[in-house]
C-alpha cells in the first residue's frame, strides 16, 4: 500500500496539471464557462500540491515519479504563479536537506527555468542554438538591442507580429525570475559554493536588474535581494543600488527596496549600517514621507520596528534617535500646519 499510494498520487497529479495546462493554452477561445473550469482545475492542483507536501517519500519509486512530474510541470511556461511556487516547495521538500540536496534542487530548477526561457528560442528562431542562447535575450538588452536579430528574420516583419513576440518575451522573462524567486526562498546555504546559484546570477538576474523593461528590472530586482541574502560580499556591494532604487523608484519600488535592506540588515548585522552611514537616510527619508507616500512610510515603520526587534544592541540609540527625530518633526510641521489654518 504505501509504494502504491505515492505513485497514485503522482498519476492523479499528472492528469490535473496537464489539463491545466492545456485549458490555459486555451485561454484565448475559451467561453465563460471553460474559463470557470480553468479557475476550478487550478484550485484542485493546489489542493493537491499542498497535499504532497505532507506525504512520505522514503518509498524511492514514489519518489522519483512525483521528481520527475514536478520537474516537468516546472517546464510550462503557462502554469500560474502561485501553483508555482507550490511546485517548487514541494520539489525542495523532496530534495535532501543537506547542502548535496540543496544542490541538487537548484540545478532541477533551473533547468526548467532554461526550458522556459527555451520557448522564446523556438518561437523566434527555431534553428537557433538552445544552449548558446539560454538567457540570450537579457543578455542583448544589457547591450542595447531592444529586439534581439535571429537567423532568418525578415526585416519586412509585421509590426504588430513584432510587438506579440515583445511582449511574449517579456512574459517568459517574468516567469523565469518568478521561478527563481520561489526557488531562492527555498534556499539557505552559501550562493559561492554553489555553482548553480552563481551561473543563475551572471546569466538571469543581473541582466534581468539592467534590463529596459521595468517589470523584468523589477522583478530581478527582488532576486538580486535575495541572492545577497546568502552572500554578505554581494550584499556590500549592491547596498547602493538598493538605495538608488529606493530614492528613485515609485512607491511599490522604494517599498521593494526598503524590504530587501531590511532583511539584509536582519541576516547579514549591524555592521553594514557602520560602514554604509546612508542607511540611515534611507529609514528617515522613508519615516518622513508621509504625506507624500503614507505607504512607504508605513513600510519604514515596520521595517524599523523589526530592526529594533532584532540582536542590534549596538545600534539601537541611533535608530531611537533618528525614529524621535524623524517623529518630532513631523509633529511640529502638524502644528505648524495648524496653526496656519487657524
Same mark, same amino acid.
Given at each position: 500500500?504505501?509504494?502504491?499510494?505515492?505513485?497514485?498520487?503522482?498519476?492523479?497529479?499528472?492528469?490535473? $496539471?496537464?489539463?491545466?495546462?492545456?485549458?490555459?493554452?486555451?485561454?484565448?477561445?475559451?467561453?465563460?464557462?471553460?474559463?470557470?473550469?480553468?479557475?476550478?482545475?487550478?484550485?484542485? *492542483?493546489?489542493?493537491?500540491? #499542498?497535499?504532497?507536501?505532507?506525504?512520505?517519500?522514503?518509498?524511492?519509486?514514489?519518489?522519483?515519479?512525483?521528481?520527475?512530474?514536478?520537474?516537468?510541470?516546472?517546464?510550462?511556461?503557462?502554469?500560474?504563479?502561485? *501553483?508555482?511556487?507550490?511546485?517548487?516547495?514541494?520539489?525542495?521538500?523532496?530534495?535532501?536537506?543537506?547542502?548535496?540536496?540543496?544542490?541538487?534542487?537548484?540545478?532541477?530548477?533551473?533547468?526548467?527555468?532554461?526550458?522556459? #526561457?527555451?520557448?522564446?528560442?523556438?518561437?523566434?528562431?527555431?534553428?537557433?542554438?538552445?544552449?548558446?542562447?539560454?538567457? #540570450?535575450?537579457?543578455?542583448?538588452?544589457?547591450?542595447?538591442?531592444?529586439?534581439?536579430?535571429?537567423?532568418?528574420?525578415?526585416?519586412?516583419?509585421?509590426?504588430?507580429?513584432?510587438?506579440?513576440?515583445?511582449?511574449?518575451?517579456?512574459?517568459?522573462?517574468?516567469?523565469?525570475?518568478?521561478?527563481?524567486?520561489?526557488?531562492?526562498?527555498? *534556499?539557505?546555504?552559501?550562493?559561492?559554493?554553489?555553482?548553480?546559484?552563481?551561473?543563475?546570477?551572471?546569466?538571469?538576474?543581473?541582466?534581468?536588474?539592467?534590463?529596459?523593461?521595468?517589470?523584468?528590472?523589477?522583478?530581478?530586482?527582488?532576486?538580486?535581494?535575495?541572492?545577497?541574502?546568502?552572500?554578505?560580499?554581494?550584499?556590500?556591494?549592491?547596498?547602493?543600488?538598493?538605495?538608488?532604487?529606493?530614492?528613485?523608484?515609485?512607491?511599490?519600488?522604494?517599498?521593494?527596496? $526598503?524590504?530587501?535592506?531590511?532583511?539584509?540588515?536582519?541576516? #547579514?548585522?549591524?555592521?553594514?549600517?557602520?560602514?554604509?552611514?546612508?542607511?540611515?537616510?534611507?529609514?528617515?527619508?522613508?519615516?518622513?514621507?508621509?504625506?507624500?507616500?503614507?505607504?512607504?512610510?508605513?513600510?519604514?515603520? $515596520?521595517?524599523?520596528?523589526?530592526?529594533?526587534?532584532?540582536?542590534?544592541?549596538?545600534?539601537?540609540?541611533?535608530?531611537?534617535?533618528?525614529?524621535?527625530?524623524?517623529?518630532?518633526?513631523?509633529?511640529?510641521?502638524?502644528?505648524?500646519?495648524?496653526?496656519?489654518?487657524?
Amino acid at each position: 500500500m504505501g509504494q502504491v499510494f505515492p505513485e497514485t498520487s503522482a498519476a492523479e497529479a499528472d492528469l490535473l $496539471l496537464r489539463s491545466n495546462a492545456i485549458k490555459r493554452t486555451q485561454q484565448a477561445a475559451a467561453d465563460e464557462d471553460e474559463e470557470e473550469d480553468t479557475v476550478e482545475q487550478e484550485f484542485i *492542483v493546489e489542493q493537491m500540491l #499542498h497535499i504532497a507536501i505532507t506525504l512520505d517519500y522514503s518509498d524511492e519509486v514514489g519518489r522519483r515519479k512525483m521528481f520527475a512530474l514536478l520537474r516537468q510541470s516546472l517546464s510550462i511556461p503557462e502554469l500560474p504563479d502561485d *501553483v508555482t511556487k507550490l511546485t517548487v516547495n514541494v520539489l525542495r521538500d523532496i530534495c535532501a536537506p543537506d547542502a548535496a540536496g540543496e544542490k541538487e534542487f537548484c540545478s532541477i530548477v533551473l533547468e526548467a527555468v532554461a526550458d522556459v #526561457h527555451d520557448t522564446i528560442v523556438d518561437d523566434v528562431a527555431p534553428d537557433a542554438d538552445t544552449t548558446e542562447d539560454s538567457f #540570450h535575450s537579457a543578455r542583448s538588452e544589457v547591450a542595447g538591442d531592444t529586439t534581439p536579430k535571429k537567423r532568418g528574420q525578415s526585416p519586412e516583419e509585421d509590426e504588430e507580429e513584432s510587438q506579440a513576440k515583445a511582449i511574449k518575451e517579456i512574459m517568459v522573462n517574468m516567469k523565469c525570475l518568478h521561478i527563481v524567486q520561489c526557488m531562492l526562498s527555498n *534556499v539557505a546555504g552559501d550562493l559561492q559554493q554553489n555553482d548553480h546559484l552563481v551561473a543563475m546570477l551572471n546569466n538571469l538576474v543581473v541582466p534581468a536588474v539592467r534590463s529596459h523593461e521595468a517589470p523584468v528590472r523589477e522583478r530581478g530586482l527582488v532576486c538580486l535581494g535575495l541572492c545577497s541574502l546568502l552572500d554578505r560580499s554581494l550584499a556590500e556591494e549592491n547596498l547602493t543600488l538598493f538605495m538608488h532604487f529606493f530614492t528613485k523608484g515609485h512607491t511599490a519600488l522604494q517599498i521593494t527596496a $526598503l524590504q530587501i535592506l531590511t532583511d539584509i540588515l536582519n541576516v #547579514h548585522g549591524s555592521q553594514l549600517l557602520a560602514t554604509t552611514p546612508a542607511l540611515l537616510k534611507v529609514y528617515i527619508k522613508a519615516l518622513r514621507s508621509g504625506s507624500k507616500a503614507p505607504e512607504v512610510q508605513a513600510a519604514a515603520t $515596520l521595517a524599523a520596528s523589526k530592526l529594533l526587534l532584532g540582536p542590534y544592541m549596538t545600534i539601537l540609540p541611533d535608530f531611537l534617535a533618528f525614529i524621535w527625530a524623524s517623529h518630532v518633526s513631523w509633529a511640529a510641521r502638524v502644528d505648524e500646519v495648524t496653526a496656519m489654518r487657524t
